[in-house]
């Protein structure tokens, strides 16, 4: 799922270099985000055969390109996944209702109305209202600052350093070593069952 | 065929703007309701401006609400106006019944963002949170780079890694 407001256009060339053999669709809305609850690229949900959740949100990447930035693995989400599609709900990577229960939690107010704020901003640019729509994006932001996804987004659609005062790395260095994406608990996990 | 679909693009880039454009010259308002875009009447000169007041006509066109002696419904789910509040959420100007959308957000608890005179709606919150009770993993329908629609109910008997990636 391309999380793209600019389409076809921004995403289209990564699917076709991708030349890809499962299904790819492009969300200019960042609807999945919204219902999903995510805040950052590349996350994952594992959804079974009848369209329950066994994996929530999670970082996933699948291979090691970035991994100097962030020290993420891949091989071993790889190794999990492939699992999950061997032994189903017996892998011990799919979640029973008692984890998902302590991982999921409601959405808290403040970032049910940065959504609300990203999607008004989403309206006003596809709309030709760019300046508007960076004030909502900016409330956002502010709203739901753990949201890399309203950050990067709304950088890529304007001029960051002008209209945001700020940059990609700027922000990361502002982490000050707090870790850019949520640790995920996967080998732990495997190791307790 | 070719100019056929470039046209049918310009129409796509096109019209959303100028629509709004309408909107904003003839005082009407666009409403945007479970992610759906509706133009609806300028208010009455009386009601605040403050809140989103919309006729009960046009409440059931953006929304899909209508008021019954219960509450207001859609389909079998009502909700009660409070008694004691009533007239925060309808409002009678000459012949006509007028009714805040933006109070009745607020009752639900429903997340409301606003640019002048367009109006976002966020979902309720036991909607959003749905999924997170019953496991159901939240339906949706979007376009693949050829512009055809997939849901994710059309992998329903296969297992689904739902990975999101932008390409910023």
Not at chain 1, 77 to 106: C, H, N, T, V
Not at chain 2, 12 to 20: F, G, H, R, S, V
Request: glycine fraction near 6%; charged fraction near 25%.
């Amino acid at each position: 799922m391309a999380q793209d407001t600019g389409g076809v256009k921004d995403a289209g060339k990564w699917i076709e270099a991708a030349k890809p053999e499962y299904t790819v669709l492009i969300d200019t809305q960042h609807l999945v985000t919204r219902l999903y609850d995510m805040v950052n690229v590349p996350t994952a949900v594992w959804i079974n055969e009848k369209g329950r959740i066994v994996r929530p949100n999670e970082v996933a990447y699948v291979d090691n390109r970035f991994k100097g930035m962030h020290g993420i693995e891949a091989s071993e989400y790889l190794d999990a996944i492939r699992d999950w599609a061997a032994k189903g709900e017996q892998s011990a990577f799919a979640m029973s209702e008692k984890e998902l229960k302590e991982r999921l939690a409601p959405q808290n107010p403040d970032w049910a109305l940065a959504a609300a704020e990203f999607a008004l901003g989403e309206y006003l640019y596809h709309n030709g209202q760019g300046e508007a729509s960076i004030r909502h994006y900016k409330e956002a932001q502010r709203l739901n600052p753990e949201s890399w996804n309203y950050k990067r987004q709304a950088w890529a659609l304007s001029d960051a350093e002008r209209d945001y005062g700020t940059s990609f790395m700027k922000e990361v260095q502002k982490l000050n070593g707090k870790p850019y994406y949520t640790p995920r608990q996967l080998k732990k996990e495997k190791e307790q069952k | 065929m070719l100019k056929i679909q470039i046209l049918l693009y310009a129409a796509m880039i096109c019209l959303p703007a100028a629509t709004a454009l309408f909107a904003a010259e003839t005082g009407r308002r666009t409403v945007i309701y479970d992610d759906r875009t509706t133009e609806v009447a300028p208010p009455a000169p009386a009601l605040s401006a403050d809140d989103l007041w919309v006729t009960l006509e046009d409440l059931k066109l953006a929304t899909g609400f209508v008021i019954k002696p219960q509450g207001v419904c859609r389909d079998e789910l009502c909700f009660p106006i409070p008694k004691a509040r009533s007239s925060a959420f309808l409002s009678k100007q000459g012949s006509i019944t007028w009714f805040n959308l933006s109070e009745f957000a607020r009752l639900l608890r429903q997340p409301v963002a606003r640019e002048k005179e367009v109006w976002y709606f966020g979902p309720r919150p036991d909607v959003q949170n749905a999924f997170i009770s019953s496991f159901a993993a939240p339906d949706f329908k979007l376009p693949d780079m050829n512009g055809r629609e997939h849901s994710l109910s059309d992998f329903r008997g296969k297992k689904v890694l739902l990975l999101t990636w932008a390409s910023w």
